[in-house]
């Protein structure tokens, strides 16, 4: 199902050329101001069409509030917004149900589905369906700010090309908000026009390029979370696996931490202003599934878009029969940029669950 959490349960409903997407966020306590004006913003930095990193699709992403909020204010029932499809291409999409993309869902959600799936602009699987989950994203984490919790990602590197990563164990609150403000989030934004030409160079061939995409997580008390399934590694790496194009996870030094002797991924504990810290962050901020209270620390690793105008092998379904496929329409040739915000999003859902 569409859906995600205990607490506070997330659903994402929409087709990507239907009549609409949205969601519907349910378990959010009364009471809390919400400015729209800054879900508004944190759409905008997921939206396309905003330069040559993303597809020239112009999509509004307009988000209708039908309910759960009065006067800007949160009422208790459940909060459900409904953003339009308006600038959609379907005929693009015409061939892709008898040639399944590489890369993409066509193949398995074709057969999973008995082609009733909805193939056009990547129908329930599309990257657009992220819109909702910045929406819902956008609402939780100005709760979370209130409680001092604050959420910041950044583009740690596109193909070849990496920005530096955030210090593990002091992030200041001046960095993470000019990174959640950010169309093109850098640490280091003297690496952004490599990181741009890496990008245009892909696109001239008529291919893709991936990236990772570094995310921190200040102001979490001691104690969120909890051990074996119900982690906060585990929470958000759900949360964060249901964007589409992610195919990793790691927390702190993760995969890293395999090569390292235990006396060197160890993190000594000490008291700094009457508050127990840790010297280093290999753990990420996490210890048996329980945040310790220093900043939470992950990347995500985000593959190439799969839509390519580059010729690539394929099949026919239809005559069973070797073929070849080059992709039409608009696409993004790096999602790694509008996916900044989206992880934001989903680090605060998954948090926002276990903090209730
Ligand atoms: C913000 C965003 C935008 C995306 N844009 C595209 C796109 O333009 N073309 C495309 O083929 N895939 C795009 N994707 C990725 C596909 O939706 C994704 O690869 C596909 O659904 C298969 O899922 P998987 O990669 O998780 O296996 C986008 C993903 C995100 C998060």
Redesign the pocket.
């Known amino acids: 199902m569409s859906s995600f959490g205990e607490n506070t349960r997330l659903t994402i409903f929409g087709e990507s050329h239907g009549e609409g997407i949205g969601a519907v966020l349910d378990g959010v306590p009364a009471g809390c101001r919400i400015d729209m004006d800054r879900v508004y913003a944190q759409m905008a930095r997921?939206a396309?069409g905003k330069d040559k990193t993303a597809?020239p699709r112009l999509e509004k992403d307009v988000p209708r509030v039908l309910s759960g909020m009065l006067d800007g204010v949160t009422t208790g029932a459940p909060i459900a917004c409904l953003i339009e499809n308006t600038n959609t291409r379907s005929g693009d999409y015409a061939n892709l149900l008898e040639k399944p993309?590489p890369?993409?869902?066509d193949y398995t959600a074709f057969v999973k589905y008995g082609g009733n799936n909805d193939i056009r602009g990547?129908g329930h699987?599309?990257?657009?369906l992220?819109a909702p989950l910045v929406f819902a994203g956008a609402v939780l984490r100005q709760i979370l700010e209130t409680e001092g919790i604050k959420i910041a990602a950044h583009i740690e590197s596109i193909g070849g090309v990496s920005d530096e990563r955030f210090n593990p164990v002091c992030i200041g609150d001046e960095l993470m908000e000019r990174l959640s403000g950010s169309a093109f989030s850098l640490i280091n934004t003297s690496v952004e026009e490599k990181m741009r030409a890496e990008v245009e160079s892909a696109r001239a061939d008529g291919d893709s390029v991936g990236g990772v995409i570094e995310c921190a997580v200040t102001g979490l008390p001691v104690g969120i979370g909890g051990p074996l399934f119900d982690g906060l590694e585990g929470q958000i790496a759900k949360a964060v696996f249901g964007?589409?194009?992610?195919?990793g996870v790691e927390f702190g030094a993760g995969f890293g931490s395999a090569k390292l002797r235990g006396s060197q991924n160890n993190d000594p504990f000490a008291v700094k202003d009457e508050t127990v810290v840790t010297e280093t962050n290999n753990c990420g901020g996490i210890l048996g599934g329980i945040s310790n209270g220093m900043p939470l620390v992950f990347r995500a690793a985000?593959?190439p878009?799969?839509?390519i105008a580059k010729e690539q092998k394929t099949v026919n379904l239809t005559s069973a029969t070797d073929d070849l496929l080059a992709?039409r329409g608009?696409?993004?040739p790096c999602?790694v940029p509008?996916?900044v915000s989206?992880v934001e999003a989903a680090a605060a859902i998954a948090i926002f669950d276990l903090w209730c």
């Open positions: 997921r396309p597809t993309r890369g993409h869902s990547g699987f599309s990257g657009r992220t964007i589409p194009a992610v195919k985000i593959k878009t799969p839509s992709v608009r696409h993004d999602i509008r996916a989206v």
